[in-house]
């Protein structure tokens, strides 16, 4: 498939799958079976590695197995994004050239995160990170577990410096700037909503998608707000996002994934909520603000 092709499947509800963890081991069943469900929900694609997938607690192996399993298991019924970012240059370029070799539609790559670096390291970080690869790629911006964000004008210049940067995951509470950057990038920037609050309203101002982790215990739903959108139902697609609230909220009772583990185990969708350290599974008070939402949702049956 030719790099045109890919970017234009970049759209809609693109869930950001948890990692299944048995007995402290990546379950691959699991998580092939939590792919299927995405494909049965009709979403229009997944991301593997991303914030809800723990990353920073997977070894590269482990991540580059991810994304095997992601494709094997897609083959082919919707485009599997693959966030290939770390702390370390070498380890990011290692993941995003897996990552590239195993077909993905797009990369995802975080903002090399604790250390804090100035724009011009940011921007030469990732010309290195991308260097001779053809699949697209977007930024993920996520300075509140970064630690450093990305300003308009390092937008721009990494569109200028890479052919093949394509848009960016935007996990800050500022629709300012996803206009800015569409004013300065073009409409065809593609912008993916990474805040669950933020679903609706950054849509409307044209962003052309969802990363949210709710798209795990919702699929559908976000699925149906993101096809309103781009069929100008803004009606519509207000009234899905205002049903979401809380199930929206409650994935931010504690960190992320924590509730949406939890909530996936009392829905089936997970064997166990398991964690590896330091994240651990929600806490009986958690647990049952979570068994509340859920209950008020209509998800738990009789």
Not at 242 to 257: G, M
Request: proline share 7%; hydrophobic share 45%.
């Amino acid at each position: 498939m030719s790099a045109a092709s890919k970017v234009d499947q970049l759209w809609g509800s693109v869930p950001p799958l948890v990692t299944p963890f048995r007995d402290g081991r990546v379950d691959d069943e699991a998580y092939a079976a939590l792919v299927e469900a995405q494909v049965a929900a009709g979403s229009h694609g997944i991301l593997v590695n991303g914030t809800t997938a723990e990353p920073s607690l997977l070894t590269v192996r482990e991540r580059n197995r991810l994304v095997d399993v992601a494709m094997e298991a897609a083959g082919g019924r919707l485009p599997v994004v693959a966030a290939t970012g770390s702390q370390s240059l070498a380890e990011s370029r290692d993941l995003t050239v897996h990552a590239a070799q195993a077909g993905v539609a797009a990369l995802l790559v975080v903002t090399p995160y604790y250390v804090r670096p100035p724009q011009r390291g940011i921007v030469a970080y990732y010309q290195q990170v991308v260097d001779g690869l053809e699949t697209p790629w977007m930024v993920y911006h996520i300075p509140g577990r970064a630690a450093v964000g990305v300003t308009v004008d390092t937008l721009v210049e990494l569109r200028e410096v890479s052919p093949t940067f394509v848009g960016m995951k935007h996990a800050v509470n500022d629709l300012g700037f996803v206009s800015a950057a569409l004013s300065r990038l073009g409409p065809d920037f593609k912008v993916f909503v990474g805040l669950e609050e933020l679903s609706f309203p950054m849509m409307a101002v044209g962003a052309c998608g969802l990363m949210n982790a709710v798209g795990n215990l919702a699929p559908a739903r976000l699925v149906e707000m993101c096809e309103a959108v781009r069929d100008g139902d803004l009606h519509r697609a207000r009234k899905l996002h205002e049903s979401l609230y809380e199930l929206n909220d409650a994935v931010f009772f504690d960190t992320n994934p924590i509730p949406v583990k939890y909530m996936m185990k009392r829905l089936g969708l997970l064997a166990d909520n398991e964690h590896r350290l330091p994240m651990v599974p929600a806490s009986p008070e958690v647990a049952a603000r979570l068994d509340g939402v859920l209950e008020r949702a209509g998800m738990l049956g009789p």
